[in-house]
């Protein structure tokens, strides 16, 4: 079994996890550069601003009552009882982290852990509704996500009945997701689909016949430079996770970064075969996404893998995600400028399977993959009609999608009164109007 309680923290193994805890902004500002740079020129000021005010806001409502419903392993929480065993399905600390003190570190650090965590997940859906998702509405659905829907699937994953599987059922060692393929990556690609399925695609994404039209982001370089920064993020979310919830020790932490830039490797590597297959050239913004791919994928089990399998899990996550950008966009249509949807959805929830399917997890007996399996389908079953339902309802409140008129002025100009590049970027439009 995957140890169920807090393990003794010596000074130097807390003060290594919360250096690794520290470095998980940088995933998020990784994540938030590589949208601006997938969206369009006209929409990247709004976009950088959606994504520094949605942290603020997940940081905020997690810390006033996300982390009370999450919870810390091993801590009292709230159960239901069916069939004579005990469901843990939601925490019970203090609201406003009133029950945080320095005497217990591993309360404070999964707390921190939540802070940044629940930013994470939060910004994931503003790549999918970018160039066309008000920033009031964006904020609001931080609220709920921050607030309410992780915490509640973290608490799940990392304290509660999914994690007790393996006790109440013998599958396994109950769901296992160290740094949160699920819990923040798959759970965040669900939010995004359901706001896709809301928002409508962008004015002129297809022509009147259903053909998809390309609307190819204003910036590689900023893409690419948030993979970069992304890579370091995660070596420090997957680095938290193992020693937060896995119980590892801090001799694990060189097996988890070799893992994770295993699997975002071989994913790059993966994605620009494909896309020099398919198109004749590698795709610099899928091979971007083929690299936060491996990142999202190696987070399950970051710590369980070999370095072989890593580099499996990295190359498979490559092979989907570009197949799934390109199958959403062309039968589903659904318009997802920065592919939100397959980067964290689908190599959210290969990482969840991957883990049952490829991991080595010591201690463990068989039902490991159904355990896996559960979580899978609680997300489906679960999240993604929660996220539909506040996303239609949240829209007949308060309409989530800009207007015509503001989506073709850009949204820098109609939510912000300035664009992010006022002296250098013309619009087509400008020279068809006098």
Sequence with gaps: MIPAAEPAYSETTAALTILLVFLIPLAAAGVALIHTGLSRSRSAAHTMLASLLIAAVAALVYGACGFAWQGVTGHPGHSILIAGRAWRWIGNESFFLHSITVSEPPAAMVACFGVFSAGLCTLIP???GADRWRLGAALASAVFVAGIVFPLFAHWTWAGWLRDLGNLYGLGGGYVDLAGSGAIHALGGMSALALCWTLGPRRS???????PVALPGHNTVLVLAGCLLAWTGWLGLNGAGALLFGGLSASALPLVAI???FAAAAAALTAAAVTRIRFRRPDASLCANGWVGGLVASSGACAYFTPFTAVFVGAIAGLLIPLSVEWLDIYLELDDPGGAISVYGVGGVWGML??????DIPGIGSGQF??????????LGFALPVF???????NRVYPQRVSDEGERQGMDLHELGAGAYPEFVI????FSQR
Excluded: F, I, N, P
């Design 126 to 128: 503003l790549g999918a």
């Design 205 to 211: 994404k297809y022509t009147l016949d259903g053909m």
């Design 259 to 261: 893992d994770t830039t």
């Design 354 to 359: 991957a883990t049952g399917l490829l991991a």
């Design 370 to 379: 159904l355990a896996q399996l559960v979580a899978v389908s609680t997300l």
């Design 388 to 394: 539909y339902a506040w996303h239609r309802l949240l």
């Design 427 to 430: 619009h087509r439009e400008d």
